[in-house]
C-alpha cells in the first residue's frame, strides 16, 4: 500500500545531522509505502523536548487542515526517546521502556517509546492509548530494527498488533517551568503557559536559570520592548489563545545571556514589587 500522502514526523535524540535518522528514514519508507517523512532532532535523553515537539506537530496539523479544507493529509508521530530511566538494574537484550499507540482527538496517529513525559504534553488530547505488541529486546537500535514495522502496520490500517488498552492517567502529567527548546536565534520556550504564568505586561521579573539570575520584563511579544532588553513573553508555540512562553533578548541570543542552560533546566520567577518585598511563582 502506498503512504505516499502520509506524513512521518520522526521526533528522536539522535543527534543533528546523525546517519540514525537516515538509517530510521529508510526503514520507514521500505515499510510503509514511501511516506514523507520529517525529522525533528531533540537533545539527548529528553522526553520533555519530545513531547514539547510532539504537541507542536499536532497544532500544526490543524492549522493546515483549517486552511486547506480538506481534513489535510495523513499524519503520524514517530517518538523515540528512550533514556531506559525506568529501571536502573542491567537489561538483557538492551531492554527497554515498551512501545505504545496512541490516537488523538483530530485523527492523527502516534506510535512511540512510553518514556518519561514524551506523551505528557499529549494526554489531554488522547482517545485511545494501548500497548503495541512487540519485542521490546533483542537490539540496541530498536527504532531502526524492530519499532518500524509497528508503524508502518498502523499506517495500513493493521491494527493487530495492539495489545491491552493503557489508563491514560497513568501519562505523567506535564512539568512546568521547564526549558523545553531553544530556537536557533537563542529564545528559550518553556514548558509553561502565559495564562499559567498569570503575568501582567510590563511586570519586572527576577528570573533565575541554572545558578544564573536576571532581570526580566514580562512583554505582550519578543518585539514589544528596547534592542538588546531580555523579556518573558508569549512566544509562537502552543495554542494561539494560549502559547507557551519563551524568554528572549531582542537582536541577542537569551539562552548565551543565561550562560547556555540545558534543555529541562528548571526555571525560577521572581515577582518584583514596588515595596521591594518579592514572592516566588515557581519553587
Known amino acids: ?63 493546515l487542515a483549517r486552511l486547506l479544507r480538506d481534513g489535510h493529509s495523513r499524519s503520524y508521530l514517530f517518538l523515540n526517546t528512550a533514556p531506559r530511566k525506568d529501571s536502573s538494574e542491567p537489561r538483557k537484550g538492551n531492554a527497554g521502556e515498551p512501545l505504545v499507540y496512541a490516537k488523538l482527538y483530530n485523527g492523527m496517529e502516534v506510535v512511540g517509546v512510553m ?81 499559567e504564568a498569570a503575568l501582567m505586561e510590563g511586570e519586572k521579573i527576577k528570573v533565575r536559570i541554572s545558578e544564573k539570575t536576571t532581570e526580566v520584563i514580562y512583554s505582550g511579544g519578543i518585539f514589544h520592548i528596547d534592542d538588546g532588553a531580555l523579556c518573558v513573553a508569549p512566544g509562537s508555540s502552543g495554542k494561539k489563545e494560549d502559547p507557551f512562553l519563551e524568554i528572549s533578548e531582542r537582536s541577542g541570543n537569551a539562552w548565551k545571556r543565561f550562560s547556555s542552560p540545558q534543555i529541562e533546566s528548571m526555571v525560577k520567577l521572581t515577582r518584583i514589587s514596588e515595596n521591594a518585598k518579592a514572592f516566588r511563582l515557581r519553587i
Open 1 to 63: 500500500m502506498a503512504n505516499e500522502n502520509a506524513s512521518v514526523f520522526v521526533i528522536a535524540d539522535y543527534g543533528i545531522g546523525d546517519p540514525a535518522f537516515a538509517e530510521v528514514n529508510q526503514r520507514i519508507a521500505a515499510l510503509a509505502g514511501n511516506p514523507r517523512i520529517e525529522n525533528i532532532s531533540v537533545a539527548p535523553f529528553s522526553t520533555v523536548q519530545t513531547g514539547f515537539w510532539a504537541y507542536q506537530m499536532v497544532l500544526n496539523h490543524n492549522e
Open 115 to 195: 518514556s518519561g513525559e514524551s506523551f505528557s504534553y499529549l494526554k489531554p488530547i488522547i482517545t485511545e492509548f494501548r500497548e503495541i505488541s512487540v519485542p521490546n529486546e533483542g537490539s540496541q537500535f530498536r527504532s531502526r530494527d524492530i519499532f518500524p514495522q509497528a508503524l508502518a502496520s498502523i499506517m495500513r490500517s493493521d491494527y493487530s498488533i495492539l495489545g491491552d488498552k493503557i489508563d491514560i492517567e497513568s501519562i505523567p502529567e506535564r512539568t512546568k517551568w521547564l526549558v523545553a527548546h531553544v530556537d536557533g536565534y537563542g529564545n528559550m520556550k518553556l514548558s509553561t503557559t502565559a495564562s
